[in-house]
């Protein structure tokens, strides 16, 4: 059975569905087989970041409901062939889903991929707790920034009382992505650094991610940056994805001292 990582926040625009691609992505382009499955019904855009959008002919929700079958809804992603894409529905409305529509879903997906990664709702809307309810771990996104880290406590409290692990006794392996990170504004004192938000947080770091153009030029091109050797960004998820698969990988340095991590240094040796 495969494992389901969902992707989360308390604060929305934080970098979940950027996260999401890129990190399945990353894992997908060693050789597993990966779903990268949209739960923001309503706000999709996971299908423009992974350059998808033409493709998607069912979504999820018309699975649950058994007007198609699962392997009708997969999109194949075009480059990356062990990665396929399950969308969200555009227009029916959150309410739809149903917990044992939604876990027989997932149930599906883990008898067929070795991970399945959810892009999950803000904590704060509807949807969420759907996303979050069947997880084995929960990667939670936020920026240096002091609101979006008060909800992302708020939503690693959820986490602890609302996912079936947490109802049975166990507990969702919660892990910290701290994104658009600007080491020089950290060297200045003027944004919080990956001490400050885990400090706040007390959760295992699993990524740092600096703030990186690319992502932008990407997202326009249906691309992510994961599969660009020259993006920091993208060297930040591939460390993510081999750190998911259990390796020891070493942090990118943020603090602003010795550029990244001597990452942009390595390319021009
Ligand atoms: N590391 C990054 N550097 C620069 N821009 C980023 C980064 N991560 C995300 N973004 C941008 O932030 C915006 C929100 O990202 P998105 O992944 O859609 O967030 P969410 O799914 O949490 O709402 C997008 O415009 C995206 O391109
Ligand atoms: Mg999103």
Redesign the pocket.
Known sequence: MGEVITIT?GK????????TANIATAIAEGGKKVAAVDF?IGLR?LDM?LGLENRIVYDSIEVMDGRCKLSQALIQDKHTKTLYFLPASQTRDKNALKTDKVEELINSLKAEFDYVLI?SP?GIESGFEHAIYLADTALI?TTPEVSAVRDADRVIGIIDAKSRLAKEGGEVKKRLII??IKPEMIKKGQMMSSEDVLQILAIELIGL?????L??VA?NMGEVVAKNPKSV?GEAYRRIARRVLGEAVEFMDMSGEKGLGGFIKGLFK
Do not use: L, Q, Y
């Open positions: 926040s929305g625009g934080v970098g979940k569905s950027t996260a923001d855009n970041i892009d803000a996104i994104n658009r991610v600096p703030e990186d153009e992502v932008v997202t960004s």
